[in-house]
């Protein structure tokens, strides 16, 4: 008895003409599923090339303490008063999140060897709509990107600050703070310091003559109970 071998089907189905549309809309999806949400860092290009322009005219003292992050640091020009006999280095670019200091810091940490590294950044994280969790992981690759590079250096968080126009955020921003400060208990080499709860007053609401017009940004006044928040934390 012989067996009959059936050739295969190769019938096209009737629907075959949607494959193409189909596999373009998959791929769409897979792309759009990794694309970030949120601000990437190469639009901060042009402000880190200024940095590195200024430090090949003048080159910043090795061992200082650096800052680094978002505009409360960009605009905390009083440093060198603020702080005198420490040498600082201030490499705030306003606008940017945690993530974007972790990407930049082989241009705006390391080079400098410093033995102190002061960041403030995830505010506007979560004003952009990140969770506290989500600001912990990039605050954690921070870590990771500084002590690859520079094992001894320490860090130092700056507790998101509670601005009044960004009330919604509030539980958040606490949130987050909590989340970090917890973080850097795990870790000598890294120290949460409160300056948010500063700011507030006795029953823990806000001070608004502490912020500029825009309840956002900090007044000279608002810097000086930073600066002496900070300033024990600095000593060598």
Same mark, same amino acid.
Request: aromatic share 10%; glycine share 6%.
């Given at each position: 008895?012989?067996?009959?071998?059936?050739?295969?089907?190769?019938?096209?189905?009737?629907?075959?003409?949607?494959?193409?549309?189909?596999? @373009?809309? #998959?791929? @769409?999806?897979?792309?759009?599923?990794?694309?970030?949400?949120?601000?990437?860092?190469?639009?901060?290009?042009?402000?880190?090339?200024?940095?590195?322009?200024? %430090?090949?005219?003048?080159?910043?003292?090795?061992?200082? +303490? *650096?800052?680094?992050?978002?505009?409360?640091?960009?605009?905390?020009?009083?440093?060198?008063?603020?702080?005198?006999?420490?040498?600082?280095?201030?490499?705030?670019?306003?606008?940017?999140?945690?993530?974007?200091?972790?990407?930049?810091?082989?241009?705006?940490?390391?080079?400098?060897?410093?033995?102190?590294?002061? +960041?403030?950044?995830? $505010?506007?994280?979560?004003?952009? #709509?990140?969770?506290?969790?989500?600001?912990?992981?990039?605050?954690?690759?921070? !870590?990771?990107? +500084?002590?690859?590079?520079?094992?001894?250096?320490?860090?130092?968080?700056?507790?998101?600050? =509670?601005?009044? +126009? !960004?009330?919604?955020?509030?539980?958040?921003?606490?949130?987050?703070?909590?989340?970090?400060?917890?973080?850097?208990?795990?870790?000598?080499?890294?120290?949460?310091? %409160?300056?948010?709860?500063?700011? @507030?007053?006795?029953?823990?609401?806000?001070?608004? =003559?502490?912020?500029? $017009?825009?309840?956002?940004? @900090?007044?000279?006044? #608002?810097?000086?109970?930073?600066?002496? *928040?900070?300033?024990?934390?600095?000593?060598?």
């Amino acid at each position: 008895m012989s067996c009959t071998r059936r050739a295969p089907n190769y019938a096209v189905p009737m629907n075959s003409t949607l494959l193409p549309r189909r596999l @373009l809309l #998959g791929v @769409l999806a897979i792309l759009l599923a990794a694309t970030p949400a949120f601000a990437t860092p190469d639009k901060w290009t042009a402000d880190i090339d200024k940095f590195t322009a200024a %430090d090949a005219t003048n080159p910043p003292p090795q061992g200082a +303490v *650096v800052f680094v992050g978002s505009s409360s640091i960009r605009y905390w020009t009083t440093l060198a008063e603020d702080f005198p006999g420490i040498a600082t280095i201030n490499r705030g670019f306003g606008g940017s999140e945690m993530a974007d200091s972790a990407f930049y810091v082989d241009r705006i940490v390391s080079p400098y060897h410093p033995r102190l590294v002061v +960041v403030y950044a995830g $505010e506007n994280d979560i004003a952009a #709509g990140k969770s506290a969790a989500s600001v912990l992981a990039d605050f954690q690759a921070f !870590r990771r990107q +500084v002590h690859a590079a520079l094992p001894a250096t320490k860090i130092i968080y700056l507790a998101m600050k =509670e601005s009044p +126009v !960004r009330a919604t955020v509030r539980p958040q921003v606490r949130e987050g703070n909590r989340l970090i400060a917890a973080a850097c208990a795990t870790d000598q080499r890294c120290t949460f310091v %409160d300056v948010a709860a500063p700011l @507030l007053d006795a029953k823990g609401g806000y001070r608004p =003559e502490l912020f500029r $017009e825009d309840q956002l940004h @900090l007044r000279p006044a #608002g810097y000086a109970i930073w600066t002496k *928040v900070l300033a024990p934390y600095l000593q060598p």
